[in-house]
């Protein structure tokens, strides 16, 4: 759903601009929905200001970010030096092919 944003360098997702009103301001609801967003980085740079200033302002949506941001953090650290197995990737492929060999002789 992202998609570069010209001369940033960052990903860019149109909610995040979305979450916006005409005064510049976020609400609440828009700013929780948004969190992941700015967490990955998927934002322009003035949606990320506008994000951050208001969780910096906003005890609950900063305590909300806080959560997300430890999460995304264990999940990171829980899953991310993870190997699969040997010979997984060959079992998986061998039985996607058998998926679509059943489907294609019933359909």
């Known amino acids: ?8 360098g960052v990903g860019h997702d149109a909610r995040a601009d979305e979450a916006i009103d ?8 828009a700013v929780i929905a948004d969190v992941w967003l700015l967490l990955d980085n998927e934002c322009d740079q003035n949606a ?10 906003c005890a ?3 305590e909300h970010y806080g959560i997300e941001k430890q999460l995304k953090s264990l999940v990171s650290r829980k899953c991310g030096g993870d190997q699969a197995p ?12 058998k ?7 019933r359909g």
């Open 22 to 29: 005409e005064n510049d301001r976020l609400d609440c609801s």
């Open 86 to 97: 040997e010979g997984l990737r060959e079992r998986l492929t061998l039985e996607i092919r």
């Open 99 to 105: 998926t679509v060999i059943v489907r294609e002789t």
């Open 60 to 62: 609950p949506c900063l």
């Open 48 to 57: 990320r200001a506008r994000l951050q200033t208001h969780i910096d302002s």
């Open 1 to 8: 759903m992202s998609t570069g944003n010209a001369g940033d």
